[in-house]
């Protein structure tokens, strides 16, 4: 089974940079797709970037293009999201993933994605 330990969470400004970090258990697949989701209140469980682990292919929402950024590294089984110029609107919870055998259903689908973290908290002040 594949383990997800998220951390780096915590409260910014309007306007900040925040890096979250990803540890994975063992050595991930070159299949695997990584996929940083988020849960902000009274919402649900939202795509918002994901990463192959061995092309390195890269898929964003569209509220978040130029401003976040994933990323892996292979060294240390793990993936990370660089977030800048946060807005209150990235408050949330962000949840780390794992697709192990892909399917019918896009990268942004929750439903495809196999192995969930426990979630790290990041709460953005206006």
């Known amino acids: 089974q594949v383990q997800l330990v998220e951390s780096g969470g915590r409260l910014v400004q309007a306007g900040g940079s925040l890096t979250l970090s990803c540890l994975v258990s063992?050595?991930?697949?070159?299949?695997?797709?990584m996929g940083w989701f988020r849960q902000g209140p009274g919402k649900e469980r939202e795509f918002v970037a994901s990463?192959?682990?061995?092309?390195?292919?890269?898929y964003y929402v569209d509220s978040v293009k130029g401003r976040f950024t994933i990323s892996r590294e292979f060294a240390k089984n793990t993936v990370y999201l660089q977030m800048n110029s946060l807005k209150p609107e990235d408050t949330a919870v962000y949840y780390c993933?794992?697709?192990?055998?892909?399917?019918?259903?896009?990268?942004?689908?929750?439903?495809?994605?196999?192995?969930w973290g426990q979630g790290t908290q990041v709460t953005v002040s206006s």
């Open positions: 990463i192959t682990w061995g092309s390195g292919t890269t």
């Open positions: 993933a794992v697709d192990r055998s892909g399917g019918a259903l896009g990268v942004t689908s929750k439903l495809r994605y196999d192995y």
């Open positions: 063992g050595v991930p697949s070159r299949r695997y797709t």
